[in-house]
């Protein structure tokens, strides 16, 4: 394994591991999850050098980091554990944002005793409550940091503004949203910000939920209650479209003796050493499999290809259905 660092000081592993595919989320989620497979998996991560792991209070709730607590019990050196708060769990029926400080506070409480660790590695705010000034709840982040309970603080899918205001709060370590060839949009703005303040970026969804594995290659491999079914470049007008970057990027992955999923990461390594991209699995194979692309080098002539299939803007529909879009960029 190689190895990053998000802002100034946090050493992680190049590639981190994102929990939430595993216990809590549901089969519609990604397909059922084994509960001692995903162990063995967290367990293989480790032995591979792995040391950034990703959950979040909301996965379950609760469940996915009862999960991570329980693997990495007695081996915490390390390992650099993230979690992250930001939501009303009180009505499981309808879940909204709340990052007001008493919310900050309980959170933290509670993820710290279910991951049965002292302290948090990097505390991100899920998703920017537009009802609370970001001021106030960088404020509550950085009390706890303040009392031991947190290292350091990250935001996600937060706006310009919002991550200038934040940063000038407290030094804000790392900003996570959504990044791989097929949703580029963070590039315009965002990025070159995180860079110039020196956030560290980690990307969700690398593999494009899947997509960019070239394991689906028609709307019939899902199962019927898979949530992709209504994600706007599944869908029936867009799909075949957005396959065509697909055929690229297995080309590419051919010609390495590679997998498509190493070639979508190591694109993503490529665009810079402040990016540390955390690809989710929930089983052994797919964790090995992605965590192999940090020895894939892309050539200039592969990245050539791979900005024409797949350029900014480039990708079929929106990533995201409407109520999903309201929360990003805040």
Same mark, same amino acid.
């Given at each position: 394994m190689k190895y990053r660092k998000l802002g100034a000081e946090l050493e992680v592993s190049a590639l981190g591991l994102g929990c939430m595919p595993m216990a809590g989320i549901g089969k519609g989620m990604y397909g059922e999850a084994n509960t001692a497979e995903c162990l063995a998996t967290l367990d @293989?991560?480790?032995?591979? +050098?792995?040391?950034?792991?990703?959950?979040?209070?909301? *996965?379950?709730?609760? @469940?996915?980091?009862e999960l991570l607590g329980q693997a990495i019990k007695g081996r @915490?050196?390390?390992l650099v554990i993230a979690t992250k708060f930001g939501f009303d769990l009180t009505n499981p029926v309808k879940i909204g944002v709340d990052s007001s400080p008493a919310n900050v506070r309980r959170a933290c409480e509670g993820s710290l005793q279910r991951?049965?660790?002292?302290?948090?590695?990097?505390? *991100?705010?899920?998703?920017?409550d537009p009802n609370v000034?970001?001021?106030?709840?960088? +404020?509550?982040?950085?009390?706890?940091?303040?009392?031991?309970?947190?290292? *350091?603080?990250?935001?996600? $899918?937060?706006?310009?503004d919002t991550i200038k205001r934040a940063?000038?709060?407290?030094?804000?370590?790392?900003?996570?949203?959504?990044?791989?060839?097929?949703? @580029?949009?963070?590039?315009?703005?965002?990025?070159?910000?995180?860079?110039?303040?020196?956030?560290?970026?980690v990307p969700y969804s690398p593999l494009g939920r899947g997509f960019l594995t070239g394991q689906i290659t028609s709307r019939d491999d899902l199962a019927d209650d898979d949530y992709r079914l209504r994600?706007?470049?599944?869908?029936?007008?867009?799909f075949d479209q957005n396959l065509k970057m697909v055929d690229v990027v297995k080309e590419i992955a051919s010609n390495h003796g590679c997998s498509?999923?190493?070639?979508?990461?190591?694109?993503?390594?490529?665009?810079?050493?402040?990016?540390?991209?955390?690809? +989710?699995s929930k089983r052994r194979a797919t964790l090995e499999?992605?965590?192999?692309?940090?020895?894939?080098?892309?050539?200039?002539?592969?990245?050539?290809?791979? $900005?024409?299939?797949?350029?900014?803007?480039?990708?079929?529909?929106?990533?995201?259905? $409407?109520?999903?879009?309201s929360m990003v960029r805040l």
């Open positions: @293989r991560a480790i032995e591979l +050098g792995i040391t950034f792991f990703d959950t979040a209070e909301v *996965y379950g709730p609760y @469940r996915n980091e @915490r050196d390390r991951l049965g660790i002292d302290t948090i590695d990097l505390f *991100y705010q899920h998703r920017v000034p970001i001021e106030e709840t960088v +404020g509550a982040m950085a009390n706890l940091v303040t009392e031991g309970k947190v290292r *350091y603080l990250g935001l996600s $899918e937060a706006g310009a940063n000038r709060t407290h030094p804000i370590a790392a900003l996570q949203s959504e990044y791989s060839l097929w949703e @580029r949009s963070i590039e315009e703005e965002i990025l070159p910000l995180c860079q110039d303040l020196n956030i560290g970026f994600d706007p470049r599944y869908s029936e007008e867009n498509a999923a190493q070639v979508a990461l190591a694109w993503l390594l490529a665009q810079g050493d402040f990016i540390v991209p955390i690809p +989710g499999d992605s965590m192999a692309a940090v020895d894939v080098t892309l050539t200039d002539d592969d990245l050539d290809a791979l $900005e024409k299939v797949a350029p900014m803007g480039g990708t079929a529909g929106p990533r995201y259905g $409407e109520a999903m879009m």
